[in-house]
């Protein structure tokens, strides 16, 4: 664990229009977040949105890329994804996670300038974290199955506890 207790820092895109209204992270009833963190072994029973405060006792965290709400993630801008690549850097080298897991690949490659990044692991550090990119649970995604997706994210899941 690190110095804040964090193993995970969960990063999502940016707040959808119902995350924006509740506060919640991934409050929209289609995204799959929450069923997925808990089938993956993050959780010992799926957290609903309004009980996120709940991560912190498991030693993960939740944030985002960018902070502007929006209906879609493609109505941000190529400047707001690398705005928020910086800010997350820093808040990433003030809350020193063991891992920053930055769910949607698309969203990583825009924040951090790196087209190659693909789902998994990657060989880069950000603000002192190992980095995992996460496949985007949003409904929207249908490349992905929740169950493969809570493989995926089983995988980190082991690791953070190595």
């Known amino acids: 664990m ?12 940016n707040p959808g229009l119902l995350t924006a209204v509740t ?10 977040f929450w069923p997925v963190l808990h089938r993956s072994g993050f959780t010992p ?15 993960l965290g939740i944030t985002n890329v960018v902070a502007r709400a929006t209906a879609r993630a493609d109505e941000l801008s190529a400047a707001e994804y690398r705005e928020g690549g910086r800010s997350l850097t820093a ?18 490659r825009a924040a951090f300038g790196d087209r190659r990044a693909a789902i998994g ?4 550090t950000i603000g002192g974290s190992r980095v995992w990119v996460l496949p985007n649970p949003s409904g929207l ?10 493989e995926e994210y089983g995988r980190l899941r082991q690791a953070a506890e190595d």
């Open 91 to 108: 808040k990433v080298a003030r809350l020193r996670p063991a891992w920053l897991a930055v769910v949607g690949v698309t969203a990583y």
């Open 2 to 13: 690190t110095a804040d207790g964090l193993r995970v820092l969960f990063c999502g895109i």
């Open 45 to 59: 029973r799926q957290l609903r949105p309004a009980e996120q405060h709940l991560l912190l006792g498991h030693g």
């Open 23 to 32: 506060g919640h992270h991934f409050a929209r009833p289609g995204n799959r």
């Open 121 to 124: 692991p990657q060989e880069t």
């Open 141 to 150: 995604n249908a490349r992905w199955t929740a169950a493969a997706m809570a």
